[in-house]
């Protein structure tokens, strides 16, 4: 399954911004995660929504702040996010990923499919 980002831009500190993820076929089957990648610094793993139950995962410096969301019909995931901060600024992507499995809270695979990333900048 292909994954398409979008919904990036600029936004002010406390501001608010919705992601989505759009695949090329049925979402369910699949755990869908966000990354990040701020300049300089390594991809992050923030949230992820497993494909079983819904039970979703949040790293502890988005939890509160961001929710994760699925709509199979649309075969789309959402990446709510609120009260955006600068350290926030970074490329966005979604892919396909293991979520909550055994010791794993959100982890890729050799075949995890990314999405094209999508640019959220935080700044007044």
């Known amino acids: 399954v292909q994954l398409q980002a979008s919904g990036g831009g600029l936004v002010q500190p406390g501001g608010s911004l919705r992601l989505s993820c759009v695949a090329s076929g049925s979402l369910d089957y699949e755990a869908i995660g966000w990354y990040r990648q701020a300049p300089g610094k390594e991809r992050e793993g923030l949230s992820c929504?497993?494909?079983?139950?819904?039970?979703?995962y949040y790293t502890p410096s988005v939890e509160g702040r961001f929710t994760i969301s699925r709509d199979n019909g649309k075969r789309t995931v959402y990446l709510q996010m609120n009260s955006l901060k600068p350290e926030d600024t970074a490329v966005y992507y979604c892919?396909?990923?293991?979520?909550?499995?055994?010791?794993?809270?959100?982890?890729?695979?050799?075949?995890?499919?990314w999405g094209q990333g999508t640019l959220v900048t935080v700044s007044s």
């Open positions: 929504i497993s494909r079983r139950d819904g039970s979703k």
């Open positions: 892919a396909t990923v293991l979520c909550r499995v055994g010791p794993i809270s959100i982890g890729t695979t050799g075949s995890t499919n």
